[in-house]
């Protein structure tokens, strides 16, 4: 997947790529599914970078500190509270190693500044 990645960003410029996650009716598995789950999260906001390495680990960092949801898969999987492995307990994979391996193959930073922006101001 991250091989796939560098690939794909190696074809535009350098920094002329921006990334938006909609962290909204955060699901368990890709959102390509057929069928939809009952989120795992409450809706966590947009979050934009121009590091796609960065971006998903602020990602997985507001993930980790949402509580779940009832009726969830995590739920169904008995993870009651918030914590740095509630998603990986719920998928059961850990969703660190993909950025892990970006980051080792120099696509981008776990390391960020999260600046929160509220509506209307």
Known sequence: MVESCRAVLSTFEPNRVVYINFVLEFQPECDCMQMADTPIIQDQGILVSDDIVAIDAATLDLVAKAQPL???????????DAGPDMLKNTIGRD???PLITAEEMGLGSTKYELIRVEPGK
């Open 70 to 80: 009832r009726q969830s898969r995590s739920e169904d999987n008995n993870i009651k």
């Open 95 to 97: 969703p660190w190693i």
